[in-house]
């Protein structure tokens, strides 16, 4: 009980799920165009080395599809090249970065060859070749901030390697998203991941029928319209007194990149330390709220705050919070918003 | 308002492209035209090309390109019979019109201006426009183009039609509601292109030198992570 009452009371003031099922692909009459087997990618260590922040990248993105709930592992890294060119032509899916020049100035570029040019009622296209390119522009390895970062090269390794698969551009929240920024999960892992209308769009055309969870939360929502990219919360700090009671008006995001609806309960909290994921105050706390499979939703929480000593706080919020379901992975569940609090003593009335 | 516009990966233009600004600044011209013909070539070198013929040319900003300009993008079909599909490249239907950055830099992928290709579609007796992934334009500055949440497209694209007139959604009208009209788009690019001017000419050929399936990859400097 004394837990509870330590758990502020919040209201639901709206529910809003973002549009799903936008993912686009090509078809031919109505039979989808993607590989009829796994890639076979072919690193060139030249501009991929070992041990070096683009290859955490080229394996994130690979790691990224291949962990797709309930689609097939397609993806697989299947040798090196160390020369100083690669060729598009050579029946080999490679991956290489480049210079944004060599590239047209763009950010990353897929050659795509499909095994037939044309369609018709008795063709049946499919993917044959994809090589993969990111400009060297910006920086490598994980994103270290959940915050809105323009397209580091990780998320363009990610959206490429859409590209290969057989995905186009859609607006969504994705991250075959053609503006920018992307989204980011938040949690202590990778930040740099795929989202439902991504997952949705990599199983409609590998599904593999395996039930598998996947619910995380994001500091980022999608606007819908005007369509961009947003943190969940403003920066502030928002000032609050120490002896509790003060209201806050925060937005929450979270996916469900499985392919089941998953019924939980989630927390918001607060912590000094910036990394206090799984040991903050909490502040408030919705049992059972139910994401469905392949969707993502913002909702809007107004959350009494506690008593809490003066100082500046982080704010989280977590899903899957009493673990009621088993996910392979957890380290996406909690994102620290934007938000920073600032608690300080308040004059008695 | 936020206006976004700078995406994972576009070409072809002489720099990083981040704002309308940059790409008003690297484009040569601005018109709208209809596209008349698209064909098909293939050159060792040049590799496939996709060559969009643009005629009905009425210059919104810069150069006056003549009565016809022709885009030959990388990608189509390979003598193999095989199509190459290269991403992120400017995209363009048959009977369509569009309004179109031409670039005035050296080019080997496309001589538009990243994706700066914006198809006008007539919706429920407006004329709007919308970006290559078929989105409605709601807003335009210096700062970028802003998009509206839902395409207009449909999400399975036909391969068939790939260069054909594309049929909207049904509640496109509805999608497109927010929509800048055609009218006020192009007033704004107008006004833009006063304090970015277009400039140069377009340079109608690609940059010689380049194998079209030859790509120079850059060395890892960066050490360990």
């Not at chain 1, 993806?75 to 160390?82: L, S, V």
């Not at chain 1, 019924?263 to 206090?276: C, G, H, I, L, M």
């Not at chain 2, 064909?39 to 210059?59: C, K, N, S, W």
């Not at chain 2, 497209?153 to 497109?176: S, Y």
Request: glycine share 8%.
């Amino acid at each position: 009980m004394k837990a509870a009452l330590r758990i502020a009371a919040f209201v639901i003031l709206a529910l809003r799920a973002v549009d799903a099922g936008a993912y686009a692909f090509e078809v031919c009459d109505h039979k989808p165009v993607g590989w009829t087997q796994a890639l076979q990618l072919v690193q060139n260590a030249l501009s991929i080395p070992a041990n070096s922040a683009r290859v955490s990248d080229y394996v994130n993105a690979i790691t990224r599809w291949n962990n797709v709930p309930g689609m097939r592992q397609m993806f697989k890294h299947a040798g090196i090249t160390t020369g100083s060119s690669v060729a598009v032509d050579d029946g080999r899916n490679d991956v290489a970065v480049t210079t944004a020049a060599e590239i047209g100035n763009a950010r990353g570029l897929t050659f795509t060859q499909f095994d037939q040019f044309w369609c018709d009622a008795f063709s049946d296209p499919h993917i044959v070749e994809a090589d993969v390119f990111v400009a060297n522009v910006g920086t490598f390895g994980p994103v270290a901030l959940e915050g809105l970062i323009i397209l580091s090269p990780r998320a363009v390794f990610l959206h490429e390697f859409g590209h290969a698969l057989g995905l186009l551009h859609s607006e969504g929240y994705d991250i075959m998203r053609s503006t920018g920024p992307s989204p980011m999960v938040g949690g202590t892992g990778e930040h740099v991941d795929l989202f439902p209308d991504d997952t949705e769009g990599g199983r409609f055309l590998y599904s593999q029928p395996i039930l598998r969870t996947n619910v995380f939360s994001s500091p980022h929502r999608l606007i819908s319209n005007p369509n961009t990219i947003a943190s969940n919360t403003g920066v502030g700090p928002v000032i609050a007194c120490s002896s509790g009671g003060g209201k806050l008006n925060v937005m929450a995001t979270v996916g469900n990149n499985g392919n089941f609806d998953m019924k939980q309960t989630e927390r918001w909290f607060v912590s000094p330390n910036p990394k206090a994921y799984s040991n903050g105050t909490i502040v408030g706390q919705w049992k059972n709220s139910t994401y469905h499979a392949h969707s993502a939703t913002t909702v809007w929480r107004t959350i009494t705050l506690p008593p809490l000593m003066p100082g500046m706080y982080f704010f989280f919020h977590g899903v899957n919070q009493l673990h009621e379901n088993y996910e392979p992975d957890e380290a996406d569940n909690v994102a620290r918003e934007a938000l920073f609090i600032k608690v300080v003593h308040c004059r008695a009335p | 308002m936020c206006f976004v516009v700078t995406s994972p990966a576009r070409a072809d233009s002489g720099a990083l492209i981040r704002t309308t600004s940059d790409a008003l600044r690297d484009a040569a011209s601005v018109i709208e035209a209809r596209v008349t013909d698209i064909r098909f070539t293939f050159d060792p070198v040049a590799g496939p090309r996709t060559v969009v013929t643009l005629g009905d040319i009425h210059t919104i900003a810069g150069e006056d390109p003549g009565r016809e300009v022709q885009l030959a993008t990388l990608g189509g079909p390979l003598p193999n019979r095989r199509l190459l599909v290269v991403s992120e490249l400017a995209h363009f239907r048959r009977d369509s019109r569009y309004i179109v950055f031409l670039t005035s830099s050296d080019w080997f992928f496309s001589p538009v201006v990243a994706d700066y290709a914006f198809r006008i579609e007539n919706v429920a007796g407006r004329e709007v426009l919308v970006t290559q992934s078929g989105n409605p334009i709601v807003g335009v500055n210096e700062f970028g183009i802003q998009v509206g949440g839902l395409s207009l497209e449909p999400g399975a694209r036909q391969m068939r039609t790939r260069f054909d007139r594309i049929a909207l959604v049904e509640d496109a009208a509805v999608r497109a509601e927010r929509a800048l009209s055609h009218a006020d788009f192009v007033g704004t690019l107008k006004r833009l292109s006063a304090t970015a001017a277009p400039r140069g000419s377009f340079k109608r050929s690609m940059v010689p030198g380049r194998v079209w399936n030859v790509m120079r990859v850059d060395p890892g400097q960066e050490g360990p992570r």
